[in-house]
T-cell receptor, first 113, second 113 residues
Framework: QKEVEQDPGPLSVPEGAIVSLNCTYS??????FMWYRQYSRKGPELLMY????GNKEDGRFTAQVDKSSKYISLFIRDSQPSDSATYLC?????????????FGTGTQLKVEL | EAQVTQNPRYLITVTGKKLTVTCSQN?????MSWYRQDPGLGLRQIYY???????DKGDVPEGYKVSRKEKRNFPLILESPSPNQTSLYFC????????????FGSGTRLTVV
């Protein structure tokens, strides 16, 4: 069993929809949770970074962590065609750059006009 | 512009022919890492470096070598490439002080025939 599980999709939604992307994990040591966005033929870019349980909002994006369920989510409000990308969750047991990240396999999202 | 630069972007080579993929960052980051990305397997760490002359194996180091002689550069060396090393490769860097987010390069798509 993988440490981090993520539905690969593809997920197709109409423009303006609320999108929910999710990951589950098995390692209870994970404390730091990230979401990366990866456009086609590009490297991943950091979208959201959260610590422990709770919510964090940044514009149209909300990251949610439920450590008791080992479940994290990324919500995208008012989705746009420019949000079409692959979204990767990532987790780490310790803070600070240089600590190993464990990635999900990514969910491919397509937002259609 | 702060960035991680990889070269080449695309490479087709033959089995056994040594090759080097270069990676350079201009952010004075201490930490650098190589990943490979394969469908269904996600991002897997090959090697990482905490600073100059300090390197260590990641999860899938077999068949790869790295060196870190300068802080900005972290080349990935395939001494004798094999077809199972056909993949999309990413270099990433991070400051040891920042909160876990990596900056990724744009990727190198390697095909070994």
């Amino acid at each position: 069993q993988k440490e981090v599980e993520q539905d690969p999709g593809p997920l197709s939604v109409p423009e303006g929809a609320i999108v929910s992307l999710n990951c589950t994990y098995s390692n209870s040591a994970f404390q730091y949770f990230m979401w990366y966005r990866q456009y086609s033929r590009k490297g991943p870019e950091l979208l959201m970074y959260t610590y422990s349980s709770g919510n964090k909002e940044d514009g149209r994006f909300t990251a949610q962590v439920d450590k008791s369920s080992k479940y994290i989510s990324l919500f995208i409000r008012d989705s746009q065609p420019s949000d079409s990308a692959t979204y990767l969750c990532a987790m780490s047991a310790r803070a600070g750059g240089g600590n190993k990240l464990t990635f999900g396999t990514g969910t491919q999202l397509k937002v259609e006009l | 512009e702060a960035q991680v630069t990889q070269n080449p972007r695309y490479l087709i080579t033959v089995t056994g022919k040594k090759l080097t993929v270069t990676c350079s960052q201009n952010m004075n980051h201490e930490y650098m890492s190589w990943y490979r990305q394969d469908p269904g397997l996600g991002l897997r760490q090959i090697y990482y470096s905490m600073n100059v002359e300090v390197t260590d194996k990641g999860d899938v180091p077999e068949g790869y070598k790295v060196s870190r002689k300068e802080k900005r550069n972290f080349p990935l060396i395939l001494e004798s490439p094999s077809p199972n090393q056909t993949s999309l490769y990413f270099c990433a860097s991070s400051s040891l002080g920042q909160g876990g987010g990596y900056t990724f390069g744009s990727g190198t798509r390697l095909t070994v025939v």
